[in-house]
C-alpha cells in the first residue's frame, strides 16, 4: 500500500500544561483509532508543540508505516508513549542548558508545521498525477478525492497570533478544513475561530457542560457515513463501501406474488393502500414501463408489484 494514496489526519496538540497530558493523549489517541477504522483509507500524524519546541509522535519512524496496513494499535500506542517521553526529556535538558542571557530562537512551530503539512500534500498530489496511468487528466477538476484533514487541539492561553497567514490561505485554495478545538476556558479564541470559519473548518471549546475531550472529538470531527470519504463514481451507489452492507444484488421481488422485478427503477413509497383508484395507478405509470414499478406498502411492510397493487387497490 502506497502511503502517498492515502489520506491523512493531521492531529496537531499545542500544550501548555492546563490539562492532564496523558488523559488528552489517551482521547487523541481513541480518536485516530475510531476514525482510521471508520474510513478505511486514513492514516494519521500527531504532533505536539509546547512553547517553541514540537515534534512528531507518530510516526516517529519509517516502520512505524506498517502498523496502519495491520492495524496494530498497541504497537501504535507505544510509539506515541516513547516519543512523548523523549520529546519532555530532550525539551528539559535544553532548556536547564540554555543560559538566561542567552534568547531562545525566535521560531512558531505552529507555522514550521503547517508548512511541512503543505509540502506533503503537494508531493502526494504530485506523486499521484506522475504514477498513475493518465493521471494528470484524471486529477482535473478532481478535487474531491483530495480528503486530508487538519485538527488543532489548544490547551494554551495563548491563541494564533503569529500563524503564517499566507498558509491559511493555500490550504484554503486547496480545500483543507482546519478544525479547532479549545481546551482552555481562558483563551478568547478570536484569531482560531477565523481560521476555522475561514477554511469551513469546525471550532469547538470546552465548557462546564461540554468538557470530555473524547467525546467532542468524536461527535464532532467523526465521519458519519462509511462512505463520507470515498469518491461517488457516477453518483452510483455501488460505488460506495456501504453498498453491500445497505442493498442486496439480489432483484426485487412481489411479496404477494413472487414475481421478479428486473431494473426496478421507480419505487413509489405508499404508507397504506386506502382510497387509491386506477386513476392514480395509471397516473403514476403513464412514462413507465408497467414491469418497472414496485411500491412499497409501508403499513404491512410488504414490495407490491404493479399487478398486485392494482389488485389490492380495486379490492379496498
Known amino acids: 500500500m502506497n502511503p502517498n494514496h492515502k489520506n491523512t489526519l493531521y492531529i ?23 476514525y ?24 516517529h519512524k519509517l516502520k512505524d508505516q506498517t502498523y496502519f496496513i495491520t492495524s496494530n494499535y498497541t504497537e501504535m500506542h507505544k510509539v506515541i508513549d516513547e516519543a512523548l517521553k523523549s520529546f519532555f526529556n530532550s525539551v528539559s535538558d ?36 506522475t504514477m498513475s496511468p493518465g493521471g494528470f487528466f484524471l486529477e482535473l477538476n478532481n478535487s474531491e478525492l483530495k480528503n486530508d484533514k487538519i485538527i488543532i487541539i489548544n490547551d494554551s492561553e495563548d491563541d494564533f497570533k503569529n500563524i503564517n497567514q499566507k498558509y491559511i490561505y493555500l490550504f484554503k ?40 475531550i473524547e467525546q467532542i472529538l468524536i461527535l464532532e470531527y467523526m465521519p458519519i457515513k462509511f462512505c ?13 463501501i456501504s453498498y453491500h452492507k445497505a442493498i442486496s444484488e439480489q432483484n426485487l421481488m412481489c411479496n404477494k406474488c413472487n414475481k421478479e422485478m428486473k431494473n426496478v ?16 395507478i395509471n397516473t403514476n405509470s403513464t ?10 406498502n409501508g403499513k404491512e411492510k410488504k414490495i407490491l408489484c404493479f399487478n398486485c397493487y392494482k389488485q389490492m387497490s380495486n379490492q379496498q
Not at 486514513?42 to 517553541?52: E, K, P, R, T, V
Not at 486547496?174 to 479564541?189: E, F, G, R, T, V
Not at 427503477?265 to 392514480?280: F, G, M
Open 12 to 34: 496537531i496538540l499545542k500544550y501548555s500544561f492546563n490539562e492532564n497530558i496523558f488523559q488528552i493523549i489517551s482521547a487523541i489517541e481513541k480518536f485516530c483509532f475510531s
Open 287 to 296: 412514462n413507465t414501463p408497467k414491469e418497472n414499478i414496485c411500491y412499497y
Open 173 to 212: 485554495q486547496k480545500n483543507i478544513k482546519i478544525d479547532i478545538l479549545s481546551l482552555n476556558k481562558k483563551n478568547k479564541n478570536e484569531i482560531s475561530k477565523a481560521i476555522s470559519f475561514y477554511t469551513q473548518g469546525i471550532f469547538d471549546c470546552l465548557s462546564d457542560n461540554k468538557n470530555n
Open 94 to 129: 535544553t532548556e536547564e542548558k540554555l543560559d538566561q542571557s542567552v534568547q531562545k530562537d525566535d521560531i512558531n512551530p505552529i507555522n514550521v508545521i503547517l508548512k511541512k503539512i503543505l509540502l506533503e500534500i503537494n508531493k502526494k498530489n504530485i506523486s499521484n498525477i
Open 36 to 59: 482510521i477504522s471508520v474510513s478505511l483509507q486514513y492514516s494519521f500524524q500527531f504532533y505536539i508543540i509546547y512553547d517553541n519546541y514540537y515534534t512528531l509522535l507518530f510516526p
Open 228 to 240: 463520507e470519504n470515498l469518491p461517488k463514481l457516477n453518483n452510483n451507489i455501488k460505488f460506495t
Open 265 to 280: 427503477k421507480n419505487i413509489y413509497p405508499q404508507k397504506n393502500i386506502e382510497n387509491k383508484s386506477d386513476s392514480n
